[in-house]
């Protein structure tokens, strides 16, 4: 891992299959699911899978496609290309929510964190939680050192789960929220515990907003072809 944050642009699709999809044999519903999912893949740089129902009864996949920030064309190009790998798969699905975000690197830390995510990795933790944040207008009206001490104690808070990794993504002016905010975790209790943490510290009431919350669990390649049965 380099000293800083690289430039990347990461997007995540909930997918619901439609009724239609679900009255398929379960043959075609493999050859259809798994069609869909290599459209994905040859849309980014990396694409991983996770199933989120019954986690949630909205979705059934969140896809998380990965891809470096190069120059400023670099999302024209992207969004295209997930366009046209979508477009044939469009009868078989709808999209409940889609998250999306660049990294940089934090004002808050003067190095790259070692709990920072690779999201090139191929290696994936079990569970992933993704969700969008807004902090509120008296936040960012505070003078910075006062920020940068109450971050310093979300930052020290976060030290202690170091198995945690996380991800954050700047999306202002991009989406409706500010930030996506990217957990993953092989223990959904230790993560729990973090976040219940992370409620009592001071930067806490500064949040305005930090749901809808999507919890989903990464589907390995060889356990894809059950997943559709």
């Known amino acids: 891992m380099g000293d ?11 997918i619901r299959f439609k009724g239609g999809f679900w009255d398929l044999d379960a043959p075609d519903r493999n050859r259809t699911g798994n069609e869909l999912v290599e459209a994905l893949r040859s849309n980014a740089t990396a694409t991983h899978v996770y199933q989120v129902f019954p986690t949630e009864p909205h979705a059934d996949l969140l896809i998380w496609s990965a891809g470096e920030a190069v120059d400023k064309d670099s999302g024209t190009r992207f969004f295209r290309s997930l366009q046209r ?30 709990q920072e995510i690779d999201p090139f990795d191929a290696r994936r933790s079990p569970y992933l939680i993704v969700y969008p944040f807004v902090k509120t207008v008296d936040w960012y009206l505070l003078p910075r050192e006062d920020r940068q001490t109450m971050m310093n104690e979300h930052i020290q ?24 905010v ?48």
């Open 4 to 14: 800083t944050t690289p430039a990347t642009l990461n997007h995540f699709s909930l």
């Open 182 to 229: 990217v957990y993953e975790t092989d223990d959904l209790v230790r993560f729990s515990n973090l976040v219940h943490e992370l409620r009592a510290t001071k930067g806490r009431k500064y949040t305005e907003r930090d749901s809808p919350l999507h919890a989903a669990c990464f589907i390995e390649e060889s356990e894809l072809k059950d997943f559709w049965s």
């Open 157 to 180: 808070v976060g030290k202690q789960y170091k198995d945690i990794t996380q991800l954050l993504l700047y999306s202002f002016g991009l989406q409706d929220q500010e930030f996506v």
């Open 85 to 114: 790998s979508l477009n044939p798969h469009r009868k078989w699905v709808e999209f409940p929510d889609i998250l999306w975000g660049l990294t940089k690197p934090s004002q808050y830390t003067k190095v790259r964190s070692t």
